[in-house]
Nanobody
């Protein structure tokens, strides 16, 4: 299996900044891409940002210009730098990894891993 652990969430005032981190571990052969999603109470989970191992990025319109996603391939870690936070950024942020996972038979399979989430609360 592949496991993801997020960290960096917390309380912040509007206009402030936080940096989220997500480390992947386990039977990883390669990571194709990693991303951040968020889910607020009563809302569906939505994409925040995604980055491929080659560095191509994709951002939700709501966070463009304020959030920056980056990946450290050597550490299997993705980061989300969140600046100019707004109250509508309050949500549980989840890390996702699109991986090629090593199986017990020395073969590979595509595996989509999810972390348990880290809570970000932005006060007005």
């Amino acid at each position: 299996q592949v496991q993801l652990v997020e960290s960096g969430g917390g309380l912040v005032q509007a206009g402030g900044s936080l940096r989220l981190s997500c480390g992947a571990s386990g039977s990883i052969f390669t990571i194709n891409a990693m991303g951040w999603y968020r889910q607020a109470p009563g809302k569906q989970r939505e994409l925040v940002a995604r980055i491929t191992s080659g560095g191509r990025t994709n951002y939700a319109d709501a966070v463009k210009g304020r959030f920056t996603i980056s990946i450290d391939n050597a550490k299997n870690t993705v980061y989300l730098q969140m600046n100019s936070l707004k109250p509508d950024g309050t949500a549980v942020y989840y890390c996702d990894a699109d991986t090629m996972m090593m199986t017990g038979r020395a073969s590979l399979e595509e595996y989509d891993a999810w972390g348990q989430g880290t809570l970000v609360t932005v006060s007005a």
